[in-house]
């Protein structure tokens, strides 16, 4: 069975059909990638505290946050927000070089929507925790 195969620009490039994944694609240095993926739970979730800028639907307005864990479909975001289960984000992640094991950090867009919102313990805490579903990502090369 042939791999998936990805245009970008005039480059094309195969992968094996289990290696598309947040995980082998950060291997790939340098490269651009999109990727759709579903709402399953799907490949290995990484415990990642990292800060994380997020922008509900077509809001110029930045919010931050802290991820608490990531995997290839997903991550699961600490901030201070009112975001909405069904809400439409965009955010951006910067995947450490000593995490990733390469000599650059790496810059991750993605787009995604929130499927599940939990309040802190206490109902006075603002914090909130959203577990997003990444509907595609591109890697950011820097200029």
């Known amino acids: 069975m042939p791999g998936n195969i990805f245009l ?14 947040l995980d082998s694609a950060c291997r ?7 990727c759709s993926l579903s ?10 505290n990292l ?14 946050g802290t991820t608490q864990n990531v ?5 699961y975001i600490h901030a201070n927000s009112e975001l909405e289960v069904g809400s439409h984000i ?5 995947l450490p070089s000593d995490i990733i094991g390469g000599n ?21 805490d603002t914090n909130t925790g959203v577990a997003c579903v990444i509907d595609n990502y591109k890697f950011v090369r820097e200029a």
């Open 39 to 48: 709402d399953a739970r799907t490949g290995r979730r990484f415990p990642l």
């Open 71 to 75: 995997s290839a479909a997903g991550v």
């Open 8 to 21: 970008h620009g005039i480059n094309r490039v195969a992968y094996p059909p289990s290696a598309l994944d």
């Open 90 to 94: 965009e955010f951006e992640i910067t």
């Open 104 to 124: 650059h950090d790496v810059r991750v867009r993605c787009q995604g929507r929130v499927i599940r919102k939990e309040r802190g313990e206490n109902n006075k």
């Open 51 to 64: 800060p994380i800028k997020i922008r509900e639907g077509e809001s110029a307005d930045q919010l931050s």
């Open 28 to 34: 790939v240095a340098g490269a651009q990638r999109r």
